[in-house]
DNA sequence: TTGTAGGCGTTATCAC
DNA sequence: GTGATAACGCCTACAA
């Protein structure tokens, strides 16, 4: 049952000890109905014996087609790039497209590496947050000649296809929401060097919608650097008044730290939401439990994966000349107030 | 600058370009040293200037080495294995290694499927979590030729490589720990169809030492498919007394559902640990924050990425004939005793 | 329905 | 130090 060591079966083995040629193999393994039935169902009698696995990478040599779909996220180790990963693989599963997966850290330089790297795979498309891109990271892109997909926010200057939504927009609106509560003295908590991420987008979305209202925005509390963690918010919540003694609501850049503020300031003897609102952004599942519930800005990441398996798999179809009707694609984002954010 | 549509440049263009031949661009890439300086600065000039990105492809056909290793986990949406997986890429990273990531979704045949289809890129070695796996799926492991690490759980017969811990005994000792602060009528709170994930070993695990303390070990409460969530917990919290009248105390197959159960309880008026202790499994972030923190068994699951990486690297590096010494390497596990147990 | 020849883009090998 | 040639394992194209 095992074969011999050191070499792996090849397509010329299974053919002979068929008494086929290796086209015949070939057919046998892909195009249904080109090889007799009885032939067929010798050949994959033997492949199963000899446990024969096709080599893909030569195959793909051949037919100009790897099978990779390359996608980067910003980490892995979080749940809304999670679920959008999950969701794009699951949905790609049926076509036999895989993943090739990579993380920037939140870094154009990562990100700029990656891309280079997975280029070499010649991925058939490539779908990638967008927080910015390095120079030649753009021209890497443009020159690959595949269909790229820019994630979560849009960019003003699309290289092809987006798929996400406006991080000021919606940042603004849940400000607005805040501000409508009666909240006046809203904080704003984001990271340190949150320059390139989309932080700084809903950063500025605060910033306007205070300012429309005629409110400061001056109360912005940066600290660490992205990710934001549970941590983090927790020692700003420890410190609040350190910050700024006037705060009447945080708003957070994420569910975590806002879960973090939460604890932070429940330790310091000052209660949410009687004292101080706070709201989050990414609606974590923990946000829905936890004690006050957290408002937060709420989307389905796993959507933004689905709609970019949809998107990849029109676009390489190979059958279908057209192009998809729109280049831009929104997710819904809504407000989501709960109970750590009250009417004043 | 940017080339002609339909054709990506290949290493003979450049080549061509350079007024050299294909060999010793390809040298020029790879080995410092075999070319003049002044030639290798003229091909380097022109790779830059035609954005010639190497077909990896090719070059593993060749080389017979694809750079790839196979990670299986059970769910990208989940801390341990983001993590996991995020610091096994980290650690992969100065090797060129990239990883080819699929979820098996705690499914045996979609383990088996994964697999193959993996087998197909021709990786250099495959980590994978053992919960079980199918005949085929074994076959096709041993025939692959290539080091295979099982993760997490230690199988009675491994294959090859293991990396993790007996859940089956920290389990058992976690449920010892409670035993000792004075509960007795445990329950174990785990999915309905576990029987091929680690929560079938921790569930015997709490079974052996209730027994061995002569306790009854039928509070066995069954919710869910795996993996479980805060909502699921959060269901068997809220009407706990449906299951058993009697519980002083709940262990959790995971920090999820332990949180969820004590958002239940907290909302059906129960106070944990005053009425009802609640542990869980694998110190999630939120369980240090939350009110009251949560008892749990704690591991590092980046420390599993990085110990498979390192040992894959051994294993691969071609001028390395030695074995590493151990087959079996084992994580630190601790109980970690917080607010939501006490003393009884 | 099956087989033969040639090529995919790269690297190993052996000349020069 | 550089180049010609032959693989690598499969598939396309064409012939039988």
Redesign the pocket.
Known sequence: MQNDKK??V???DVAQAAG?????V??A??DE????E???KRILAVVEKMNYV??QM??S????RSGFIATLVPSINNVHYGKMVQALTDQLESTGLQILLGHTDYSQQREELLVESLLKRRPEAIALPFDGHSKRTVTLLKNAQIPVVQLWEVPAKPIDYTIGFSNEKVSRSMTEELIGLGYKNIAFLCETNDEWTRGSARRAGFKHAMENAGLSAHRMIRFGTPPMTIKDGHFVGSNLHQYYDDIDCVFCVSDAPAFGVISGLKQSGINVPDDIGVAGFGDFEVSRYTDPTISTVKFDAAEVGRLAADLIVKLIDPTQAKQPTSKRLKITVTNCMRESTRQL
């Open positions: 070499q792996l090849t397509m010329e086929v040629s290796r086209m015949t070939s057919r393994l892909r109905g080109l090889v007799t009885e032939t067929r096709p080599d030569a195959g040599l051949s037919t100009k």
